[in-house]
């Protein structure tokens, strides 16, 4: 189990109403996706297609991507052989550590991650880079000289990943364009090693906000170019019955225009989740980003999603 590590900032943003803070880091269903009955009175007519579902040949770890159980065993295997992982973030991005740390204490092998001392497990490293944050902090660009200073000193690397904290709710066209253009030319210098594309958390600013126009325009280019993509905004659109939110105003907080999804589906499903500290969120969030960050791995491993 590795511990995560944090580097202190803190935002603040005015988006009207929307304040956004991002803090430096610090066998049942168990909350996977089902066809299952709906809750909260919510419609099972609110059961929405994501992102995924296009033809396309990128890797998508979306909603679609959080049943644990259809994730073959040999290929988690090979995910903790084959993958050295580098991983910057700061406090919205710790969900997935902190989701795979829970999920290492709740059920054991095979989802291990490796830390001091183990001998088997995937080697996870957390918040390795030096000069950057996130994505966006200190700005929008630190992140590429970081991963570059990381990647020539630390060449057994072969996957890179970058979270965003709120910055998408106000990124403009530019600045998305950098970073994708950004993201292009790393995997071009650096052709032996995989990058995960992110699009931000939600925000309560709904279908038609700044911050979901930027995620399309990021899963947009993932699909037509065949990248590699950890969708953060689509797992936390749905819940684990495959309910949609994201129209609903849901915000990181699995808040939504009547009541909060993770909160409920927690009540009506005792035993199928588990609990753990899920940062600016609720633990079955938590669990959701553990299992999708599972499937990536599997698929970066070469899994082939059927």
Same mark, same amino acid.
């Given at each position: 189990?590795?511990?995560?590590? %944090?580097?202190?900032?803190? %935002?603040?943003?005015?988006?009207?109403?929307?304040?956004?803070?991002?803090?430096?880091?610090?066998?049942?269903?168990?909350?996977?996706?089902?066809?299952?009955?709906?809750?909260?009175?919510?419609?099972?007519?609110?059961?929405?297609?994501?992102?995924?579902?296009?033809?396309?040949?990128?890797?998508?770890?979306?909603?679609?991507?959080?049943?644990?159980?259809?994730?073959?065993?040999?290929?988690?295997?090979?995910?903790?052989?084959?993958?050295?992982?580098?991983?910057?973030?700061?406090?919205?991005?710790?969900?997935?550590?902190?989701?795979?740390?829970?999920?290492?204490?709740?059920?054991?092998?095979?989802?291990?991650?490796?830390?001091?001392?183990?001998?088997?497990?995937?080697?996870?490293?957390?918040?390795? %880079?030096?000069?950057?944050?996130?994505?966006?902090?200190?700005? %929008?660009?630190?992140?590429?000289?970081?991963?570059?200073?990381?990647?020539?000193?630390?060449?057994?690397?072969?996957?890179?990943?970058?979270?965003?904290?709120?910055?998408?709710?106000?990124?403009?066209?530019?600045?998305?364009?950098?970073?994708?253009?950004?993201?292009?030319?790393?995997?071009?210098?650096?052709?032996?090693?995989?990058?995960?594309?992110?699009?931000?958390?939600?925000?309560?600013?709904?279908?038609?906000?700044?911050?979901?126009?930027?995620?399309?325009?990021?899963?947009?280019?993932?699909?037509?170019?065949?990248?590699?993509?950890?969708?953060?905004?689509?797992?936390?659109?749905?819940?684990?019955?495959?309910?949609?939110?994201?129209?609903?105003?849901?915000?990181?907080?699995?808040?939504?225009?009547?009541?909060?999804?993770?909160?409920?589906?927690?009540?009506?499903?005792?035993?199928?989740?588990?609990?753990?500290?899920?940062?600016?969120?609720?633990?079955?969030?938590?669990?959701?980003?553990?299992?999708?960050?599972?499937?990536?791995?599997?698929?970066?491993?070469?899994?082939?999603?059927?």
């Amino acid at each position: 189990m590795i511990q995560s590590r %944090f580097f202190p900032i803190l %935002f603040s943003l005015s988006l009207g109403i929307l304040l956004l803070g991002c803090d430096s880091d610090s066998s049942s269903n168990s909350g996977e996706e089902t066809s299952s009955s709906s809750i909260a009175g919510i419609s099972s007519s609110r059961v929405l297609s994501s992102s995924s579902s296009y033809d396309t040949d990128a890797i998508i770890a979306d909603h679609n991507g959080t049943v644990l159980s259809a994730i073959p065993t040999e290929w988690i295997t090979a995910a903790k052989t084959n993958l050295v992982i580098a991983y910057g973030h700061t406090s919205h991005g710790s969900q997935l550590v902190d989701g795979l740390n829970g999920l290492e204490a709740w059920k054991g092998s095979p989802y291990t991650l490796l830390g001091s001392g183990d001998t088997e497990g995937l080697e996870l490293r957390d918040t390795p %880079f030096s000069g950057a944050s996130d994505l966006g902090a200190p700005d %929008f660009i630190a992140w590429v000289m970081a991963t570059r200073s990381y990647l020539d000193e630390n060449t057994d690397v072969n996957v890179v990943m970058w979270s965003w904290c709120g910055q998408l709710s106000w990124a403009t066209t530019g600045d998305v364009e950098g970073y994708l253009d950004s993201m292009t030319t790393l995997e071009k210098d650096y052709p032996d090693v995989q990058f995960v594309y992110f699009t931000g958390h939600l925000d309560g600013t709904g279908v038609d906000g700044v911050l979901n126009q930027n995620n399309e325009s990021i899963r947009t280019y993932v699909r037509e170019n065949n990248k590699m993509l950890y969708d953060f905004a689509d797992i936390e659109s749905y819940d684990p019955d495959g309910n949609y939110y994201l129209d609903l105003n849901a915000n990181d907080n699995c808040d939504y225009d009547g009541g909060n999804w993770c909160t409920e589906w927690q009540e009506a499903n005792p035993g199928e989740w588990y609990e753990v500290t899920a940062q600016h969120s609720q633990s079955l969030n938590g669990n959701r980003k553990a299992y999708a960050s599972w499937y990536l791995f599997a698929r970066l491993a070469g899994w082939d999603g059927k």
